[in-house]
């Protein structure tokens, strides 16, 4: 278990004091996919660094396992991050070595015997299904293929914690969701707790079960992902998740209902149930939903029929669904 109580991080410039992070407070348990998400310059790669004290915090505790790291001596440290192992956005390759003697690397500094060394390396290019690569240099390999020695050699030391800063960031839609695949695997397999640090919902949605939103370096809301994105209860959320943009003004005799998914069934036809069902037409405005394990989270903005007996009717139908809140809204915003 990983716990964060009242950490802050200031940085001191030629400019003045940057202040990166205020008072975060933060528990990921055990077996976590966790996702901490925001924009560029919420303070995410500063608070994954402060989580193996990379960066030293001005301020609060980081607990690993109820062992306080920020309270023990050198030594200690150094012997307390040997399970927590963290990748990067850039891979962090050496180049003039291969993808095994990459792997090796943090063994060789273990003093693990050579042999040793390279037998368990061997093991982890299997598990990142690059058994072949061995011998490969970093410049012979795909950015994916970068990316799972990277982990490879994140893993050589049986790491209890997995941190990921940006890992996908670099990559393309198709190598991402292989990668995301792979982390999900190795928590399966291996019980590794990950930490996913990333702006694009994409990457949560499809991996992470909890998630934090960053934003102005202070932890506006946290819970499970299906939640957070359904129905985000602060400002920095619904900027994330929900539409927004330009208003698109209607009549005034126009109505306007939105839809929030908090996990009805992703094939649920709705607005084609209603024609079907009640011979109601509702024009679809606005839409950002998401589907994870086969449901719906998110929302979605339609205009009611001008009859206001065919409007109350079509209300009625959709406030009786399961999974689906149905309120009426003044504006559209997109």
């Known amino acids: 278990m ?57 301020e609060g505790r980081v607990l690993v396992d109820g062992k306080e790291l920020t309270a023990l001596p050198p030594k200690e440290l150094r012997k307390a991050r040997q399970s927590i192992s963290m990748i990067f956005q850039g891979f962090n390759l050496l180049m003039q070595r291969t993808a095994l003697d990459n792997i090796c690397f943090p063994l060789e500094l273990a003093g693990v015997k050579k042999q040793e060394a390279r037998k368990r390396a061997r093991e982890l290019l299997e598990l990142v299904e690059l058994p072949d690569k061995a011998g490969a240099y970093p410049v012979q390999l795909s950015g994916g293929q970068k990316q799972r020695v990277a982990i490879a050699r994140a893993l050589a030391s049986n790491p209890r914690v997995l941190l990921c800063d940006e890992a996908t960031s670099a990559l393309d839609p198709k190598t991402t969701r292989a990668i995301l695949e792979l982390l999900r695997k190795l928590n399966r397999e291996l019980g590794v707790t990950v930490v996913v640090i990333t702006h694009e919902m994409r990457v949560v949605e499809q991996i992470c079960n909890r998630v934090a939103i960053l934003d102005g370096g202070q932890i506006r809301e946290t819970g499970p992902v299906s939640e957070v994105f359904s129905n985000p209860r602060s400002e920095a959320g619904r900027r ?95």
């Open 240 to 334: 994330l998740v929900l539409p927004e943009g330009e208003k698109i003004h209607v009549l005034p005799e126009n109505r306007l209902v939105r839809l929030v998914f908090d996990g009805i069934a992703a094939t649920e036809p709705i607005v084609a149930r209603l024609a079907a069902e009640e011979g109601i037409l509702l024009n679809i405005l606005s839409a950002d939903t998401h589907s994870l394990a086969g449901k719906t989270y998110g929302s979605m903005v339609l205009g009611l029929p001008q009859d206001e007996t065919d409007a109350a009717r079509a209300l009625l139908y959709l406030r009786d669904l399961p999974g689906l809140t149905a309120e009426e809204v003044t504006e559209l915003v997109c």
């Open 2 to 58: 990983i716990e964060i109580k009242n950490l802050s991080k200031v940085f001191h410039t030629a400019g003045g004091d940057v202040e990166a992070l205020k008072d975060i407070d933060l528990r990921i348990e055990d077996g976590d996919i966790f996702g901490i998400i925001g924009l560029s310059g919420a303070g995410k790669s500063t608070l994954v660094r402060c989580m193996n004290l990379l960066e030293v915090p001005s």
